[in-house]
């Protein structure tokens, strides 16, 4: 257990930046989990290059909320638009990294966001973003670099909505598979940190011999000094695991990315309103 913890130590988060509050959530996780476990802090802020070009275009306009005028969209408004907020994404960082006292670096590149985060994710140990962006007429589903980031990242992704927080109980899914015991040993680390509560979730396929499960986790996880309690998974699927989640309850959902197909993946972003640790 030792080895496979020093294997998966997170050493360097990388938190996607942008001026919403999904991204505001993503970073104040990624803060709370870095000064838990002694990590590094880089935040990211990427200039879309798709809204300079949209810029570019001589029908663009600007509409002024909540007044409705318009007026035409300049790539010279664009650009300073997003240094003020790349701005103010490193002010935010800045703040709460010297509050909590982790180390932290900045930098602000220029590209499409999902793929300049995905490239910058290989140097990281974990990535976190927000759920979404900026969700429109009130809806917050998954946003595109979120969605690229549970299924094509290189590395474990945290995916973190608005309005949530990492608390307890830590809820992990756990099948008998190297994803599966990846995932238990981050759920294990990061249940230390929040009153070492561990609520262990079980597919009804791999819970034949569920006191033999049981008594494995146990004995991985004594010296952990944690609360374990368990839950049977009854049915398949990623609505059971909804369904389980939800009445479960808990601050984070750990869970092996291996575990469900992409189309699930985002299934289960938009309907767990809590956040999601994807192990890779």
């Known amino acids: 257990m030792s080895d496979q913890r020093e294997e998966l130590a997170i050493e360097r988060i990388l938190v996607g930046l942008d001026t919403s509050y999904d991204s505001l959530a993503a970073l104040q996780a990624a803060v709370e989990l870095a000064n838990g476990l002694g990590a590094r802090l880089h935040g990211m802020f990427v200039e879309d290059v798709n809204l300079l070009r949209v810029a570019e275009l001589s029908v663009a306009r600007e509409l002024s909320y909540p007044f409705a005028t318009r007026s035409r969209l300049s ?16 002010q935010a960082l800045s703040s709460l990294c010297q509050k909590r006292q ?11 966001v999902s793929a300049k985060v995905l490239e910058e994710a290989g140097k990281a140990d974990l990535l976190c973003v927000g759920r979404a962006s900026r969700p429109v007429l009130g809806r917050s589903d998954v946003g595109s670099t979120a969605a690229r980031a549970a299924t094509e990242a290189p590395r474990s992704v945290l995916l973190v909505p608005r309005g949530t927080r990492i608390h307890p109980p830590i809820v992990v899914l756990y099948e008998d598979t190297p994803d599966a015991r990846r995932a238990l040993v981050l759920a294990s680390q990061l249940a230390q940190h929040v009153e070492g509560l561990l609520s262990v979730v079980v597919p009804a396929a791999v819970t034949g011999p569920s006191r033999e499960i049981q008594k494995q986790i146990t004995d991985q996880l004594d010296a952990e000094g944690l609360v374990i309690r368990y839950r049977e998974l009854i049915g398949s699927g990623v609505m059971s695991l909804i369904g389980a989640i939800q009445t479960e309850g808990g601050g984070v959902l750990v869970l092996g990315r291996s575990f469900l197909p992409p189309g699930d993946v985002e299934k289960l972003l938009n309907e767990v309103q809590r956040p999601v640790l994807l192990v890779r």
């Open 102 to 112: 982790v180390e932290w670096s900045f930098h602000v590149a220029q590209g499409s």
């Open 75 to 90: 790539p010279r408004r664009m650009r300073r638009q997003l240094r003020a907020q790349a701005e103010q994404a490193r």
